[in-house]
Every structure is written in C-alpha cells, then in structure tokens.
C-alpha cells in the first residue's frame, strides 16, 4: 500500500514564505505516512499576475529574477533535503532559470529520500503564459519504489494526448501541478463552470487510461486571480477517493494500492480497456498520413 498526499496550497510571491510552507506541509505529510506529496503549478514564487500585455513588463521581469536553476537552486536544494531527511518523495512546481538570459520554463520538480530525481516542463503553454515561459518537448517517465511517475501541467491535462503518451510509456500515476482559477461570473464554489470542468477533466483522464490521477491546485487569491483548491487522488475508474473540495486549505491523504487499483479498473470495466483496444492503425490524420481539416 502507498499513501499519497496533495495540498491545496496557499499561493504567495514571497519565495522564502513559500519555502517555508512546503517545509511544513512536507514535514505534515511524512507524519502521516505519506510516500509522496504533491504540490501546485509554480508553487515556489506563485502564479504570474493577471496581466494585460500592455502592463506585463514588471511581472515578466520578477518571474527572471526569482527563476531558479534545477537542479541547483536554493529552494531546489532546501526542499531536496527535507525529503532526505524525512523519506518522502516531493513534487511541486516553479519558474525553471536556463542557461540563456530571458528563457525560463514552468516546471515540476520530483524529488526524494535519495535527492533530485527528474524535472518536467510544461508542454502545452497558453498564450498568455508564453509571455513568461517557454514550451517544453518531452513526456519522461520517473521510477519509484511505489509505481512510475508521469507529470503534467494545468492546461496539459486538457489534451487526452498527454496522458495517454505518459501511460503508453508506463506511467502508473499521472501526477498534474495546477494553478486553474475559478471562471469569473459562471457560478460559485462547485457549480463554477471551470471548477467542473477542472474535474471532469481528471476524472476522464484518470478513467480512458486505466492510471491514477493526483492534482494539486492553489487555493485563495494571488495577482488577481481567485483559486478554488479541489486537489483531488483519482483511482483508475475515475472516482475520486480524496479531495480537499473548493474550501479546505493543506493536506489530503488517501492509503492507495496502485497496481491493485488498475487490476480492479480492468475487472471494472468488464474486460473493456481503453489503452490496449485503441486502433492507431485507423487513425490516419494522427499519424500524418492525412492532412489536418481543423485547425484552431
């Protein structure tokens, strides 16, 4: 059995305040037993501000200034320690630094009772976003004693494609970082329409792909975003097994069989299996052997 922690995480600007907290919640979260804990999107120096192109200058020059390299950098390496020191393996996410002045990338970091393990930058960008970040070009795969690791960022987890690429490479458990908001002035709490979409969104990826699905989102407002927090532990039928709903700050656990779990997807799903009975020699526009007809 494993036990898996997700926070719903009180986003601030202030690095050292942010340090501070994931310490502590990480510290919480091995207190209980807890195998891995999974923090959200840049939960380092928080989410970039809601900003218009024509006032995005400043904001753009703090994500340079607080980027940090990984592996390497200082809240890299205070949390690489922690999880040393308390046997657990830490994800969570920042503003990655490279090596070229002006490019930086939005990243999750996996770290654990042996140090850095691996990092994954965001693929799929939004337009806003690529303002701040660049685009990353790979889906690795991370092994642990508990299952294999595929991770994804907040608006990766709306293209079925990217889930499915990291189970078709053996992930066990798809892990997604996430700083999704509320939809201003489409309802409140749990009827918001992008509080169900954020939800519906994992628990089909979770369920098409037979894996188990961990989020982690912020919860309150930062940069004039308000955040809803719902992160969430998803077995692999889709059903969600624990949450930290729209209005709990912190930690929720769940005790998870992780290859007993996908046995019982398959048992669940009458013999039905969605990786293994796809037909990729049918989809000829996926493969590029036709042309595209829609493009956004």
């Not at 979260?29 to 989410?47: K, M, W």
């Not at 002035?185 to 628990?203: C, I, K, M, P, S």
């Not at 792909?209 to 809803?228: A, C, K, P, T, Y």
Request: proline fraction near 5%; aromatic fraction near 10%; include cysteine.
């Amino acid at each position: 059995m494993t036990i898996i922690a997700t926070c719903a995480f009180p986003p601030t600007y202030d690095v050292a305040k942010s340090v501070e907290l994931h310490l502590s919640y990480i510290e919480e979260a091995a207190a209980a037993g807890a195998d891995l804990v999974v923090f959200p999107e840049t939960s380092i120096q928080g989410y970039p501000a809601n900003f218009s192109v024509m006032e995005a200058e400043a904001d753009i020059k703090k994500m340079y200034d607080v980027a940090e390299l990984v592996p390497g950098g200082p809240s890299v390496d205070a949390i690489a320690d922690k999880a040393r020191e308390k046997g657990i393996h830490v994800i969570y996410g920042l503003t990655e630094a490279s090596d070229r002045p002006g490019v930086v990338y939005n990243t999750m970091v996996l770290t654990g009772p042996d140090g850095y393990i691996g990092k994954f930058r965001k693929v799929h960008v939004g337009l806003s976003e690529q303002m701040v970040w660049r685009t990353g070009d790979d889906w690795p795969v991370f092994e642990t004693p508990f299952g294999r690791i595929g991770m994804l960022i907040c608006y990766d987890k709306a293209f079925p494609e990217s889930c499915r690429e990291l189970t078709l490479r053996g992930a066990d458990i798809l892990v997604m970082s996430t700083a999704w908001p509320l939809m201003p002035g489409h309802g409140t709490g749990t009827d918001n329409l992008w509080v169900q979409q954020y939800d519906a969104f994992e628990r089909v990826r979770a369920m098409e792909n037979g894996r188990w699905f961990v989020s982690s989102n912020f919860i309150g407002e930062l940069g004039g975003i308000e955040f809803f927090g719902m992160s969430q532990i998803i077995n692999p039928v889709g059903e969600v097994v624990a949450t930290t709903g729209t209005e709990t700050v912190g930690l929720v656990t769940a005790e998870i069989d992780v290859f007993g779990g996908m046995a019982d997807a398959r048992a669940a799903m009458q013999g039905a299996f969605l990786v293994r009975d796809r037909r990729p020699d049918t989809y000829l526009v996926l493969g590029g052997e036709l042309p595209v007809a829609v493009d956004g």
